[in-house]
């Protein structure tokens, strides 16, 4: 159960920063436009993402066993980071989220942005392969119920982002809502690290 709620708030906390990704189908949820083939890119995308990052581990450690405890060091160090600069959005505020304004897309060129902004983004690859895959190795044989709880968060996630677009574009237009998420991160964030620190 540990291994499965680990993987399911560690995917969930990783890819919830609005980066170019998430905006593009936050933008195509809003216009009520191509959203579902729009998901489905994401969540296919990331739980093959995720997939290799899991169950690569397990292969790179038996190949290469320095490797494991340096991507668990570097990824507690990475999520230190990452989530003293959430602490510092929260705590300065002045962010919002608008709809983005421009031309309709066929759903050809919508399912081509989506793969672009995926699989052409560097930061993907860290958080899903390298993040997700150091954090699995810690659960050893309980590998896969890390990545089914990591592959439902993201499901969740784009599922949440892509169909209820319209409803928290007027909750992430206000200030306060960015504060309350960028410390929600910021706190996940930090307990994940501690636990790699730790080895679970």
Request: aromatic share 10%.
């Amino acid at each position: 159960m540990q291994a499965l709620i680990t993987g399911f708030l560690s995917s969930l906390t990783l890819i919830a920063a609005i980066g170019s990704q998430n905006a593009f189908v936050l933008r195509q949820g809003l216009r009520r436009r191509h959203v579902v083939p729009v998901v489905l890119v994401c969540i296919l995308s990331e739980a093959l993402l995720i997939s290799i990052g899991v169950f690569s581990s397990a292969w790179i450690a038996t190949v290469l066993p320095i490797a494991l405890p340096i991507m668990r060091w570097g990824g507690a160090a990475f999520l230190l980071v990452y989530g003293a600069l959430s602490l510092r959005s929260a705590l300065r505020g002045g962010q919002s989220l608008t709809a983005a304004q421009g031309s309709a897309q066929s759903l050809r060129a919508a399912v081509l942005t989506c793969l672009m902004l995926t699989w052409l983004n560097p930061h993907v690859y860290l958080d899903t392969v390298v993040l997700l895959g150091a954090i699995s190795a810690e659960f050893g044989d309980l590998a896969w119920l890390f990545a089914i709880g990591a592959i439902s968060g993201s499901t969740v996630f784009f599922t949440a982002l892509g169909f209820g677009a319209r409803y928290m574009a007027a909750l992430f237009a206000k200030e306060l809502s960015w504060r309350i998420l960028d410390a929600a991160i910021c706190v996940v964030m930090w307990l994940i690290a501690v636990k790699l620190m730790r080895g679970f």
